[in-house]
């Protein structure tokens, strides 16, 4: 049975009762490339690497009927549908139509974190004042989306982030016995309804549970969000460690924290490159990050803030991505210190493919005199955890820096960043460092003056 005719209940919500929007646009690499090519319309398309070891990125819902799914192994996409055309993806072209689609939303509310190229999350409290009804508000999204990019999406109304994402996998278009349905388009979860649908669906529906966690819960007799909401947390701890057993145990329960993270201009600071030359690996990936990790700590400092959380976010060349981030006590606006960070969420990562874009964000923004008692606290830079230890190493990083950095700073402002480097730096490029006081080995030809 599918539950979502049951969830919209005849009077409309106000943004409190459905504070949270999820828009996730349909089948969106295929989709954009049956735009470029009408001659692909009803055809099985997918985008994806073709090759032996190739996976299906995105998949038409036209190759679904057959059983094709983004995430598939081409090979046996192939062996589901023979006639399966398989593109290779235009990043480029995504990124357009992606653009033009947070267009959309921004027009519709500033308050929205993207996901990605085709997802985004959007808290509506905002827009209390304005009267806007999140059904209607989410229909007219539908509408604008259909309308101008040509593209179909599935809206998700809830109380948090879990019902919204959750109603927007409801709203969208399923295949059964081989047969497209159409889906509502847009899906509210009621309050009244919420608890009742949620404990049907099977524990994969959850976030963060993907086919190894729930292999692991079904092992343990655990296959619907009702067993969980009935499991002891602390014996489910037992198997999937403290972390991932309470966050699991409050979704059973409709429970979720998570906030909108709003990304305005000036919420984060970022960083990101499409290589020309895809990278080949993690040690690649590391060594580029050393660069961006220059530039964000950069544009930090010339803005004068320090970020707790900085965000890692890698691209393949099957266009799949991951991002990873990590939220600190304190705030960090040094290289080293972003670098060290930056390259414990990469080691986290798994690289299945070659690089093709690497992203470093940083937000969370700390006032500068918070930072300074939040930096008194110590660390164990000898932690067995990666993590912590890169959390440690950035902590001495950014104390042991603060007062040079900005001298450093300082010139590069006025002498460009040419002008003055860190003593391996320069070796590197076979500078002789002078020790002596009055000799000075590098820095601008004329005096500063003013
Ligand atoms: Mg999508």
């Known amino acids: 049975m599918r539950p979502f005719a049951a969830l919209n209940s005849p009077s409309e919500p106000t943004v409190d009762e459905a504070p949270i929007l999820h828009v996730d646009l349909d089948a969106f690499f295929a989709s954009v490339e049956i735009l470029d090519d009408p001659s692909l319309?009803?055809?099985?398309?997918?985008?994806?690497?073709?090759?032996?070891?190739?996976?299906?990125?995105?998949?038409?819902?036209?190759?679904?009927?057959?059983?094709?799914?983004?995430?598939?192994?081409?090979v046996i996409a192939r062996r589901r549908c023979a006639d399966l055309i398989i593109l290779p993806g235009r990043f480029d072209r995504y990124e357009v139509y992606s653009r033009q689609f947070h267009d959309i939303v921004r027009d519709l509310t500033p308050d929205y974190e993207s996901l990605g190229l085709d997802e985004v999350f959007a808290d509506l409290r905002s827009l209390r004042r304005l009267r806007v009804r999140p059904l209607e508000a989410a229909a007219d999204l539908r509408r604008r989306i259909n309308g101008e990019l040509g593209l179909l999406c599935g809206v998700g109304l809830g109380r948090n982030k879990l019902f919204a994402k959750l109603a927007s996998k409801e709203s969208k278009p399923t295949v059964v016995d081989g047969r497209l349905v159409d889906g509502a388009g847009v899906v509210w979860v009621s309050p009244a309804l919420e608890q009742r649908w949620l404990a049907e669906l099977p524990v994969r529906a959850l976030w963060g549970v993907g086919p190894?966690?729930?292999?692991?819960?079904?092992k343990l007799g655990l296959r619907?969000?009702?067993?969980?909401?009935?499991?002891?947390?602390?014996?489910?701890?037992?198997?999937?460690?403290?972390?991932m057993a309470s966050t699991l145990v409050a979704y059973a329960h409709g429970e979720d924290k998570r906030v909108v993270e709003v990304h305005r201009v000036g919420k984060s600071v970022g960083h990101e490159q499409t290589f020309a030359k895809s990278l080949a690996g993690i040690d690649d990936a590391v060594e580029a990050a050393k660069g961006h990790a220059a530039i964000v700590a950069r544009a930090?400092?010339?803005?004068?803030?320090?970020?707790?959380t900085i965000t890692v976010i890698v691209r393949f060349d099957d266009l799949t991505s991951v991002s990873r981030s990590q939220t600190l006590s304190f705030g960090i606006d040094d290289e080293y210190a972003i670098t060290a960070?930056?390259?414990?969420?990469?080691?986290?990562?798994?690289?299945?493919?070659?690089?093709?874009?690497l992203g470093i964000h940083a937000s969370s923004f700390l006032e500068r005199d918070e930072n300074q008692m939040q930096l008194s606290f110590g660390l164990d830079p000898s932690s067995s955890n990666?993590?912590?230890?890169?959390?440690?190493?950035?902590?001495e990083r950014q104390v042991g820096n603060e007062a040079l950095r900005d001298a450093?700073?300082?010139?590069?402002?006025k002498f460009g960043s040419a002008a003055v480097g860190t003593a391996s730096e320069l070796r590197e490029h076979g500078v002789e460092i002078a020790t002596q006081r009055g000799r000075h080995a590098f820095g601008p030809e004329r005096s500063p003056g003013g």
């Open 386 to 395: 990666a993590r912590e230890r890169a959390e440690a190493i950035s902590r």
């Open 300 to 308: 930090l400092r010339a803005e004068g803030r320090v970020a707790r």
């Open 41 to 74: 319309r009803g055809k099985p398309v997918a985008v994806g690497g073709g090759g032996e070891r190739g996976v299906i990125a995105s998949a038409s819902y036209e190759a679904r009927r057959y059983g094709v799914r983004s995430a598939m192994p081409s």
């Open 212 to 218: 190894a966690t729930a292999a692991k819960l079904e």
């Open 224 to 243: 619907f969000v009702r067993d969980l909401a009935r499991v002891d947390e602390a014996t489910l701890a037992g198997h999937l460690g403290v972390a």
């Open 408 to 413: 450093v700073d300082e010139v590069r402002e």
């Open 341 to 357: 960070i930056a390259g414990a969420l990469l080691q986290s990562i798994e690289f299945p493919h070659a690089v093709r874009l």
